[in-house]
């Protein structure tokens, strides 16, 4: 058979096409982004973005019901935004299968917390599998699958940010298509009123039952024998490291994260010296395993904060005392990377508008995706950041608790359509007098530019209908809607101005196509020496395209700036801002196109 070199997010994807998935819907999300880009290379399934988590896991339970094989993909905190749609299905149980890709990000390398997506099967009493690696993550696709058609239940796959994006090889195979299942009508399993759910609970208990069971015996949850002084329990990335650190020690690898099967545990417990589990973020092997009056050793050895590596799981096991400072498994320390903070690209709008909310020394109730990067020096203009459309909810709150000053929401095109909207009808219902900013690049830019209800383009690659943000926002009933480009500065300001005057909601849609997104087709801008004295006003716009020079001012003794042509796209926010006109384009800027 074929071999290929993948990630765990594209073996996943090439296993939801092998398993004869037909209908694939995601949010994207980091680190699961990539899982729904390359289902839509398949052509055998049909794949679409949805406006949020919740209405993707509310169409793949539709698909599934209907009876075509589905699957539903979103990083760890959007199964918070889509978990009431897990609850129901756990309870009405699917017709063909249905699975749940939640991916979690230990280290927080590209979210606002590190919650441990397990504790979601055990709420929702669903099963949920942990890969290791990439061929167990295209594997358990088909498995997950087949789990849900035989025990009526959706089935989750729990991914983290080092099996979701680390490369190993896995065997191709080809597609294995399904008949599709015929749908029969069947309110007291489909329809959850009060009266039907109440049946359904027992079938829940029953099933969790069969399911334990299953893992005692499923070829996924295996045990490796080696010295039995120690032995480890652990799943996914984690395992990986508990076989690198102790090579020698017998560890039980659990592919199932939920149910657990407590016999297999008990007997591999039972015939080792000293037990240890190794696993990411959440003690919840280790809860599970102390709750069947099982002696064990976890977090008070393993760290419960941040991304695991095999350098932090042998310093532990070091300092405990677990493993010999030069015993096995010794991994080289790896020096110290540069910091590199994460910056808006060079010729971002959203720039321009921080910059403004900066110098008119307002309180910023920002939102999720590239603007977040608007709280980071220089530009330091954001108060508060949580979740996908909190930043219209939170600046209510601060309106009605009597914010001392005027305070605007500032939210992206996307995310405006993920959990925007409820919020601002509400603003409208209550007649709240806020500032609400959409800056509108007409892409999800941090996720890595995918389409949405506001770019109109489709994941298929199709023309869809692109929704107008200004429209629907005069449709929710916001009389005070106005529409501009992000880099007309003074615009920008006079418009925040006057609508914080109108004592009434107000929606200000900030247009700047994203830098990725359009041909800008312009020269970049210069410095004149002479002019400059390095005041170091265009340094406090953040944009990595400027730099200190090694030449001073003579008079100041300060860095003259220096624009990188090889980075510069020619926005022209450094020109607005340079007070002394020492800086210029090298030639006319062509009208960004909309």
């Known amino acids: 058979m074929d071999k290929a070199l993948m990630s ?69 905190v959007g199964l918070n935004v889509a978990s009431e749609a897990l609850f129901y299905a756990s309870y009405t149980g699917v017709n063909a299968g249905l699975v749940i ?92 009123i009060p009266a039907y759910a109440r049946r359904r609970h027992p079938v829940i208990e029953e099933r969790t039952a069969k399911l334990r069971q299953w893992a005692e015996t499923c070829a996924i949850n295996t045990i490796e024998w080696g010295d039995k002084k120690i032995g480890i329990i652990s799943a996914g990335a984690a395992f990986q490291y508990a076989r690198e650190i102790f090579p020698n020690a017998s560890i039980l690898k659990l592919g199932m994260a939920w149910p657990m099967p407590e016999q297999k545990i008990r007997d591999f417990a039972a015939q080792v010296d000293r037990l240890l589990i190794i696993e990411e973020l959440e003690p919840f ?76 020394k307002v309180t910023v109730n920002s939102d999720i995706g590239c603007y977040a990067l608007g709280v980071l020096p220089p530009l330091e203009s954001s108060d508060t950041i949580g979740a996908m459309g909190a930043s ?17 929401a500032v939210i992206g095109d996307s995310t405006f359509f993920h959990s925007g909207l409820s919020a601002l009808a509400t ?12 800056v509108d690049n007409r892409t999800t830019g941090m996720t890595g530019h995918q389409g949405n209800p506001g ?22 009933g916001v009389k005070h809607v106005y529409e501009l480009e ?14 914080q005057k109108s004592g009434e909601p107000a929606v200000i849609v900030a247009r700047t196509i994203c830098v990725f997104e359009t041909s800008h087709n312009r020269e970049p801008y210069i410095v004149h020496n002479d002019d400059c004295n390095g005041c170091t006003l265009c340094f406090r716009i953040g944009c990595p395209a400027i730099f200190k020079s090694d030449e001073l001012d003579e008079k100041t003794q300060r860095p003259k700036a220096w624009i990188d042509p090889v980075q510069c796209v020619g926005c022209g926010l450094c020109y607005d801002v340079c007070a002394r006109q020492a800086i210029e384009p090298g030639k006319e800027i062509p009208v960004m196109a909309a």
């Open 486 to 499: 992000a880099r007309e500065l003074k615009e920008m300001q006079n418009t925040i101005k006057e609508a």
């Open 101 to 192: 890709i939640t991916a979690d990000d230990p280290g927080m390398h590209s979210s606002q917390n590190e919650q441990d997506n397990r504790n979601y099967a055990r709420f929702a009493k669903a099963p949920m599998l942990e890969p290791s690696d990439s061929q167990e993550a295209k594997e358990f696709v088909a498995l997950a699958l087949a789990l849900s058609e035989e025990h009526d239940t959706p089935v989750l796959i729990r991914t983290t940010t080092r099996t979701s994006h680390a490369k190993s090889v896995i065997t191709l195979e080809d597609r294995e298509t399904k008949e599709k299942r015929p749908y029969i009508k069947n309110p007291p399993k489909f329809v959850m």
């Open 427 to 438: 603003a409208v219902y209550n007649n709240t007098p806020i500032v609400v900013i959409v």
């Open 392 to 408: 219209i909810g939170v600046a209510m709150g601060m309106r009605h608790a009597g914010l001392e000053k005027e305070n605007v």
């Open 8 to 76: 765990g997010n594209e073996a996943l994807a090439r296993g939801a096409w092998e398993a004869g998935v037909e209908v694939a819907t995601a949010y994207p999300g980091t680190p699961s982004t990539e899982i729904l880009q390359n289902v839509a290379l398949y052509d055998d399934i049909y794949s679409e973005w949805a406006a949020n988590e919740k209405v993707a896991l509310d169409t793949a339970i539709g698909s599934a019901y209907a009876g075509r094989r589905t699957m539903a993909v979103m990083k760890h």
């Open 285 to 360: 092997i280790e809860e599970h395993v102390r709750q069947m009056g099982i002696a064990v050793e976890g977090k008070s050895i393993f760290p419960a904060i941040g991304e695991l590596t095999p350098e932090r799981v042998r310093a532990a096991a070091v300092e405990a005392g677990v493993l010999a400072k030069n015993g096995n498994g010794h991994t080289p320390d790896v020096g110290a990377l540069p910091i590199r903070p994460p910056v808006l690209c060079a010729g971002c709008g959203h720039r321009d508008v921080f910059w403004t909310l900066r110098r008119l």
């Open 455 to 476: 770019s109109g383009e489709t994941l298929r690659g199709e023309h869809g209908h692109r929704i107008d943000i200004a429209a629907v926002a005069r449709a929710l």
